[in-house]
T-cell receptor
Framework: GAVVSQHPSRVICKSGTSVKIECRSL??????MFWYRQFPKQSLMLMAT?????????EQGVEKDKFLINHASLTLSTLTVTSAHPEDSSFYIC??????????FGPGTRLTVT | KQEVTQIPAALSVPEGENLVLNCSFT??????LQWFRQDPGKGLTSLLL?????REQTSGRLNASLDKSSGRSTLYIAASQPGDSATYLC????????????FGKGTTLSVSS
């Protein structure tokens, strides 16, 4: 089956610093990737839709200047959390959509901001 | 607003029991629906995908159904095992192939041996 990887799996950073998370589709091309955030014991909330070669579409309430998304190729999308604060601590998960319409999810990145 | 709801939030059953997890959605113009499994602190594992033109999908001990008219989907797990213990998420796409999944809050299943 299709595989999506995320790197890093865990990251701890200090408040005010920026963190970049990578999402890669390993064996298929994904014109669309999605970024989700999951708080403890909550479901996944869509943050933004990332289309290759164009600007990401952000959901209401998500600051585009704080969560920078770049989808430079058909296999890679990155999410950069800028000037991170403790309230940004969360589980970030990406997914990549195959041509068949099914979404394959990465293993997630646990971000802790101290 | 398009929403996906899962009831119950938690379920405990003894090993060997057959069980049904419920999912409801507000928009009958659904494109597809997926069931996922999530283990604590882990990512998502896709279990079954049902396109809007389908009524059910089966994989091993799992069977998922889709009823667009009533806005419901069920995930049937046969002969449950302790290894089935996890959170099961239902998610739907409404706007076509290019749109994101909208997730329910999940049902946390505990199967005791």
């Amino acid at each position: 089956g299709a595989v999506v990887s995320q790197h890093p799996s865990r990251v701890i950073c200090k408040s005010g610093t920026s963190v970049k998370i990578e999402c890669r589709s390993l064996d298929f091309q994904a014109t669309t990737m999605f970024w989700y955030r999951q708080f403890p014991k909550q479901s996944l909330m869509l943050m933004a839709t990332s289309n290759e070669g164009s600007k990401a579409t952000y959901e209401q309430g998500v600051e585009k200047d704080k969560f920078l998304i770049n989808h430079a190729s058909l296999t890679l999308s990155t999410l950069t959390v800028t000037s991170a604060h403790p309230e940004d601590s969360s589980f970030y998960i990406c997914s990549a959509r195959s041509r068949g319409g099914e979404q394959y999810f990465g293993p997630g990145t646990r971000l802790t901001v101290t | 607003k398009q929403e996906v709801t899962q009831i119950p939030a938690a379920l405990s059953v003894p090993e060997g029991e057959n069980l049904v997890l419920n999912c409801s959605f507000t928009d009958s113009a659904i494109y597809n629906l997926q069931w996922f499994r999530q283990d604590p602190g882990k990512g998502l594992t896709s279990l079954l995908l049902i396109q809007s033109s389908q009524r059910e999908q089966t994989s091993g001990r799992l069977n998922a159904s889709l009823d667009k008219s009533s806005g419901r989907s069920t995930l049937y797990i046969a002969a449950s095992q302790p290894g089935d213990s996890a959170t099961y998420l239902c998610a739907a796409t409404f706007g076509g192939a290019g749109t994101a999944l909208i997730f329910g809050k999940g049902t946390t299943l505990s199967v005791s041996s």
